[in-house]
């Protein structure tokens, strides 16, 4: 497995297994905790954005068989400090990929 975009990850697995989700999600959740504590939104945070490091040896254990060392969340072109929130009108507010958007 080469390093690449988690959506081509889980598209060549087919799916997830729970823990390998679960270790995944763990990361991601801690990196955007990370962001948050600097003030720092991504504003197009997608499967897409997030880089997958393989591991080069495959641990044996009983639980762990995550092709997954770590994930990287990537391309920032949106990011924005909260700070920056406040000065902006709210078409400008808005922000990312459109299919990915709330409705």
């Not at 072109?77 to 459109?98: C, D, S, V």
């Amino acid at each position: 497995m080469s390093q690449g975009g988690l959506y081509e990850y889980v598209r060549h697995k087919g799916f997830l297994e729970e823990y390998e989700a679960s270790l995944i999600m763990k990361q991601l959740i801690d990196t955007v905790l990370y962001l948050n504590s600097l003030s720092l939104i991504h504003r197009d945070l997608k499967a897409e954005n997030i880089m997958v490091v393989p591991r080069l040896i495959q641990i044996k254990l009983n639980k762990d068989k995550s092709m997954v060392e770590r994930v990287k969340i990537i391309d920032f072109g949106f990011a924005i400090f909260q700070e920056m929130l406040k000065n902006m009108n709210i078409r400008e507010k808005f922000a990312g990929t459109p299919g990915y958007l709330a409705p």
